[in-house]
């Protein structure tokens, strides 16, 4: 292309010169977006990274936290097993020795209660009291039954007997 006039040529100059800065511009431009998407790119790797590395560190705590509470629990276990084993053992020695005990007080109590029963059969004392106390008990059961059989006599004279007319008969004949 020809350009013929020289206000022509400057304002081309002109115009190249503002598209060459604008082309610069872009360029630049360009490049600090491709700055900026590798350094967001970087940013974002290296988040990532740094949030597998916390995700492996709490899983290895998690592990090591796990691996410690089961340790402990077991050690407390074993603890609480040679605890159980020993009151096992001490209740096994305890009985065995409240066997001893037991057989060697049946041993004194039979030998006391032997005596004691020996003590008994020889004494003679307050024999008389009882029984007394055995026949007068008996006297009284005697007379409730007595009292029984004749009630019926002395309520009514259903066989033929009065208790008042008979009374009156008595007196009849020893006043006359």
């Not at 029963?117 to 008996?138: C, D, P, R, V, W």
């Amino acid at each position: 292309m020809k350009i013929k006039n020289p206000k022509n040529i400057k304002n081309h100059e002109k115009v190249n010169v503002e598209n060459f800065k604008k082309l610069e511009n872009e360029k630049s431009l360009e490049k600090e977006n491709l700055k900026k998407e590798s350094l967001e790119k970087e940013n974002l790797e290296n988040f990532e990274k740094e949030n597998i590395k916390k995700e492996s560190l709490e899983k290895e705590n998690l592990e090591n936290f796990e691996k410690e509470t089961l340790e402990n629990f077991e050690k407390e276990n074993i603890k609480s097993f040679k605890k159980l084993e020993g009151l096992k053992n001490f209740k096994n020695n305890l009985k065995n020795i409240m066997k001893k005990l037991k057989i060697s007080k049946i041993k004194k109590n039979k030998f006391r209660l032997n005596n004691e029963i020996k003590s008994i059969m020889k004494e003679n004392t307050g024999q008389g009291a009882a029984e007394y106390i055995l026949l007068f008990g008996g006297v009284i059961v005697i007379s409730i039954f007595a009292l029984l059989i004749y009630r019926g006599y002395f309520e009514s004279s259903s066989s033929g007997l009065n208790a008042s007319n008979d009374i009156a008969d008595v007196r009849n004949a020893m006043n006359s």
